[in-house]
Structures are given as structure tokens and as C-alpha cells.
């Protein structure tokens, strides 16, 4: 399995954004160096808005909590059961959101 990691920066073009994926191998819930460590991919560019938003358990009452446009990891402890991502390109339509299940971890697994 692999972490994956969504980053947004300014296009090298100067116009607009672009949304770059980073792939870092994990076992057991620990990163695994790579000998040639992997450069972040730009999986598209051309964008006006990169909108991530975060669903998981309220840590008070147990229950679905509202959606999130951050995680706090030292107040959650754990990851989001639901992960949204939204883009709009500079020009054309917005593209259909992204709602994507977050594997938990399970007993003996890792963290």
C-alpha cells in the first residue's frame, strides 16, 4: 500500500494552479524509504480551485461528524472515514466531486 499525498501549487506557467500526487510506500503503518525517492506527479494543471474537504467519527459523542476543510490529526488520532475533493479548471466545467472511503485500520495491523 501506498500513502498517498495530494498537494496544490502555483502552475510553472504562472496561470492558474496544478494538482500534484506523491506515492510514499507503507508497512504496517510505517513509511518505507525508497532508494530513489519518487518526485511528486502533476495529475493535472490548468486549475482555478482545488477544494479538500474531511468527514469522520466526532471524537465526543461517536457519532458521523460534519465535513471538514482540515484534518487535526493530534485532535482526531486516527484518519477520515470520508475524504471530498473538488477542482475547477480555469476554463470549462467544474469536474464531478470525488468522495472517496478511507480504509481504517484494523486490530494488529498498525496505527
Same mark, same amino acid.
Given at each position: ?55 469522520? /467519527?466526532? =471524537?465526543?459523542?461517536? #457519532?458521523?461528524?460534519? &465535513? ?7 485532535? %482526531?488520532? $486516527? !484518519?477520515?472515514?470520508?475524504?471530498? /475533493?473538488? =477542482?475547477?479548471?480555469? #476554463?470549462?466545467?467544474? &469536474? ?7 480504509? %481504517?485500520? $484494523? !486490530?494488529?495491523?498498525?496505527?
Amino acid at each position: 500500500p501506498y500513502l498517498h499525498e495530494l498537494n496544490v501549487r502555483r502552475a510553472a506557467s504562472g496561470e492558474g494552479s496544478e494538482l500534484l500526487l506523491g506515492l510514499e510506500l507503507v508497512n504496517a503503518g510505517q513509511r518505507i524509504p525508497e532508494r530513489v525517492p519518487r518526485p511528486p506527479e502533476v495529475i493535472a494543471d490548468g486549475l482555478r480551485e482545488v477544494r479538500l474537504r474531511y468527514r469522520g /467519527i466526532n =471524537v465526543d459523542d461517536g #457519532q458521523l461528524g460534519d &465535513w471538514q476543510d482540515s484534518w487535526e490529526w493530534s485532535e %482526531q488520532q $486516527r !484518519p477520515p472515514l470520508l475524504v471530498s /475533493i473538488s =477542482v475547477q479548471p480555469l #476554463q470549462g466545467r467544474a &469536474w464531478p466531486e470525488l468522495v472517496v472511503a478511507i480504509a %481504517q485500520a $484494523r !486490530p494488529g495491523v498498525g496505527p
